[in-house]
């Protein structure tokens, strides 16, 4: 089995369920759920928007390959009202990347992992060194509680709920 750390966010709709509702499908269809960070609400990134986000990190145990996780997290995503209108950043009800996949590196034109922008973003190192801070980034080579102390993007990232992904309520 393989561990997966997997980035959760939203700006529109119910961002608390939708996140809930993600996760429920993740443990469903990709693997079991290990690890769950905090939830934070941070500003966009990449583009203008008076909405903020919530984002999460959760690690997932899978037996999927990388490419697999990555087509039932698009179908995840287009479930739960994703559309995506352009290749440009936007606001959305739910977005889920892949942040790292045990200890690998893949650079193809549909994916890259580690995610190639994990380094500059706090939204997503913040949620991943609370709960994976002694893992070792594959490409830097430093662990990723040094990246997230690091990093110079300078963009809102405040926690919002201490919660497990145990404690969400999933509507059925």
């Known amino acids: 089995m393989s561990k997966t750390s997997l980035l959760l966010g939203g700006n529109i709709g119910n961002r608390m369920q939708l996140l809930a509702n993600a ?8 693997g079991k759920i290990v690890k769950s960070s905090s939830v934070y609400e941070t500003e ?18 899978t037996g999927l390959s990388p490419k697999e996780i990555l087509k039932e997290l698009l179908d995840i995503e287009k479930n739960l009202g994703r ?20 200890n690998i ?8 992992i580690p995610h190639p922008r994990l380094h500059k973003r706090r939204f997503a190192l913040i949620p991943l060194a609370e709960i994976a ?22 963009l809102k990232v405040e926690l919002y ?12």
């Open 83 to 102: 559309k995506r209108i352009s290749t440009r950043y936007e606001s959305r009800s739910i977005d889920i990347d892949i942040l790292m996949y045990d």
């Open 23 to 30: 996760i429920k499908m993740i443990d469903e269809k990709i």
């Open 133 to 154: 801070g002694d893992i070792i980034h594959p490409v830097f080579k430093v662990r990723l509680e040094v990246l997230a102390h690091k990093c110079e993007d300078n």
């Open 44 to 61: 966009p990134w990449g583009f203008q928007s008076e909405k903020p986000f919530l984002n999460q990190v959760i690690i997932v145990e």
């Open 161 to 172: 709920e201490n919660v497990g992904f145990i404690k969400i309520r999933v509507k059925r």
């Open 105 to 112: 590196i893949i650079d193809e034109e549909d994916l890259q």
